[in-house]
């Protein structure tokens, strides 16, 4: 027994180890590493720190809008090179001659010279390609380079053709424009080309010298020079200078070593978090440890955010304020409890504050919302409850961002008013938590009252299924649910459960409803059967009860129900008449009794006891007080003499309480109507007229 203890104390210390160090590493992994100086700092925001003295110089870097800025004024004026080809003109010319060495029909004599020359003005000119030319034209001021053998030149591009314009040109001609309707016969495209081409190589190694000849920095910080200090605003110029020293620090310190001391810093710190969480859990919620879905959900939903946040920050997306950190409290207070509700929304807080900018700010209004939610949401059972939660949470998440920002700065007109956008995100979001409920249902196998308010309802599925084919089981099972639920109330466990668990119990009755004595008129199918035969069709009702909700997709916890509420019991009626007409024989108990388990919760344990007594009760004789307090002791003491109740946390005093309360109940049910005295004599006779 010694040993066997050790080993579940080395076990279960092995188990909370291995939570604690995975979810650690998980968080960290995502974490950032941030080479740079942790300062958080922010334009219009004081500066949270003390006084700030540079230790060395340093630039003070443009903004990038800025750089952006000037590199755009020096591509405006960046001049494109272009090369002058003195052979185009050559060539279109000598084309030209040999086209029309013997003339042109109804042109007169000397014109063809007037076209040649006109042609060499142009190309001494330049033409470029009309494309090229309209996309440089845009700015009638834009200079070009013209490179001619060893000289360049700058000239303003409307000195300079594009072939369209070069042709519109001839036609504009003083000369030329007299024989407008000739020209148009001799196709002069033909001989117009771009003699000046781009050099784009030259064009783009001169562009990329321009824009290095660009410089990043505008000042510098001297060492000794105070760059702020603590409560002052930050304006412009301070946060380009502290930006500025962030890049020389990374420029200058971004090392191995300084990586490494990040990441034991943030193994240290998120170490230390988990593993008070681990030891409030070892301390006061033993028993979480002991169901491997609540661990799984609790360190999940720890590890989850901190990520979220990790990442948002790391690839600055949105802001960390739309993130509805209060549907953690909100899960672990509908599925498990208060405190463990708020320890674990601190912790998860703090360990995403590390990764946050004004970490004291994050952290009051993150906790805020956390406790509005528990305390404005103690059940979820109807939506309109989580509507008034998410209001609530993004009403306080205001008032005490408000509040801070009034303890900040006098100025209201100078508050940052986006933020409270974000809370109204937050709000929206938060939201998700009724459909995101169902997913933490399936995947850790938790029941909400939500969905115990939707298996309750009688007017739909099996439960109304069972009201048609068994009427009987259905009255029955109603009336095990009311006991039950009573005394789940008076002894502190959960009524609503009971209730529901209950209502589903003796569904396996519906495969063959007559043989169950509820749901008989006047024929009994049991008369003529063997007793081995009869016990084997009730015992069948808990199976067939188990498949009509494996089939229907009904939450584990039900099937638990069904499975405990005989336990390992007998079917005494036929196993007692089988004993008593088989003296001589070894009964063989097995085929008498329940699959069992027996109960292991103490809901489970209720609805045995109320279960046994309401169906017991039918059998009485006559209803009085002695009679039904001697049948329910009776047949619970048998329970518990039986060991029916030593696997589940049920204590003497819940049972006390729950023989009370069916004592009462049944008296109240089967308890029959006064007798109505009759008149005699002479009154009778009066009465009578």
């Not at 191995?256 to 170490?271: C, P, R, W």
């Not at 048609?468 to 089981?473: D, H, Q, S």
């Not at 035969?533 to 069948?540: C, D, G, K, N």
């Not at 006559?622 to 003491?637: A, H, M, P, Q, R």
């Amino acid at each position: 027994m010694r040993i066997r203890q050790e080993e579940h104390y080395w076990r279960n210390l092995a188990t909370r180890l291995a939570v604690v160090i995975i979810t650690v590493a998980l968080i960290v992994w995502f974490m950032p590493r941030n080479e740079k100086q942790q300062f958080r700092y922010d334009v219009g925001k004081p500066w949270m720190y003390g006084s700030f003295i540079a230790n060395f110089d340093f630039p003070i870097y443009k903004t990038d809008e800025t750089i952006k800025a000037e590199q755009d004024s020096v591509i405006k004026q960046f001049q494109p090179y272009y090369n002058y080809n003195a052979k185009v003109e050559a060539q279109e010319i000598a084309k030209f001659k040999r086209d029309f060495k013997d003339g042109f029909e109804n042109l007169p004599t000397g014109y063809l010279r007037v076209i040649i020359d006109r042609l060499h003005r142009l190309y001494q000119a330049g033409i470029i390609n009309t494309p090229e030319y309209n996309n440089l034209a845009k700015d009638s001021t834009s200079m070009v380079r013209v490179v001619n053998g060893k000289r360049a030149s700058s000239l303003q591009i409307n000195c300079i053709y594009s072939t369209m314009s070069a042709y519109e040109m001839l036609f504009n001609d003083e000369i030329l424009a007299k024989e407008r309707h000739v020209l148009q016969r001799m196709n002069l495209t033909n001989y117009i080309a771009a003699n000046l081409i781009y050099d784009k190589d030259r064009s783009e190694a001169e562009q990329n010298d321009l824009m290095s000849s660009i410089p990043i920095a505008s000042g510098m910080v001297m060492s000794g020079q105070k760059i702020i200090d603590r409560g002052e605003i930050i304006n412009d110029y301070t946060y380009r200078v502290l930006n500025s020293l962030d890049r020389e620090l990374q420029r200058r310190d971004a090392n191995k070593t300084t990586i490494t001391n990040t990441v034991i810093g943030q193994l240290l710190y998120v170490t230390i978090l988990v593993s008070l969480f681990t030891a409030f859990l070892t301390l006061f919620r033993k028993d979480y440890f002991d169901d491997s879905r609540s661990i799984l959900m609790l360190y999940s939903l720890i590890t989850l955010f901190p990520i979220i946040v990790s990442e948002m920050m790391q690839h600055n997306f949105f802001s960390v304020y739309i993130v509805p950190f209060a549907i953690v409290p909100i899960f672990i207070r509908v599925f498990m409890d208060t405190r463990t509700a708020f320890i674990a929304h601190a912790v998860m807080i703090l360990i995403c504050a590390a990764t946050v900018k004004y970490q004291y700010e994050f952290i009051i209004i993150q906790l805020v919302a956390g406790l509005v939610a528990i305390y404005s949401l103690r059940e979820l059972s109807k939506r309109a409850q989580l509507f008034k939660t998410a209001l609530f949470v993004t009403v306080s998440s205001c008032l005490v961002y408000f509040s801070l920002q009034m303890m900040q700065n006098y100025d209201l007109m100078k508050m940052d008013q986006s933020m409270y956008y974000h809370f109204a995100v937050n709000g929206v979001l938060l939201l998700l938590a009724y459909p995101l409920m169902y997913l933490i249902e399936r995947t850790f196998g938790f029941t909400s009252n939500v969905t115990l308010f939707e298996l309750s309802n009688t007017n739909k599925g099996l439960l109304r299924d069972m009201s048609e084919i068994a009427p009987g089981t259905f009255q029955h099972s109603i009336t095990v649910g009311n006991l039950a639920a009573e005394i789940a109330n008076r002894i502190g466990a959960n009524s609503l459960l009971v209730r529901t668990g209950a209502l589903y119990h003796d569904i396996g009755k519906m495969e063959n409803p007559v043989f169950f004595t509820e749901n008989q008129v006047g024929v009994d199918p049991h008369k003529n059967m063997p007793y081995t035969e009869s016990a084997r069709i009730i015992i069948r009702h808990v199976t067939e009860g188990v498949k009509m909700a494996e089939k229907y997709n009904l939450p584990a916890f039900i099937k638990d129900f069904i499975l405990t509420h005989h336990g390992l019991g007998i079917t005494k009626y036929f196993y007692i008449k089988y004993q008593n007409e088989h003296p001589d024989e070894e009964v063989d108990k097995k085929l008498f009794s329940y699959p069992g388990p027996n109960p292991f919760t103490r809901e489970q344990a209720i609805l045995m006891m109320a279960d046994t007594v309401e169906a017991a009760s039918r059998s009485l004789p006559e209803y009085t007080e002695e009679s039904i307090s001697n049948l329910v002791n009776k047949l619970i003491d048998e329970q518990v003499a039986n060991g029916y109740f030593t696997d589940c946390p049920i204590t003497f005093r819940d049972i006390a309480q729950a023989k009370l309360i069916l004592i009462e109940r049944l008296k109240a049910i089967y308890h029959t109507r006064i007798s109505y005295p009759e008149l005699k004599g002479a009154n009778k006779i009066a009465e009578a007229e």
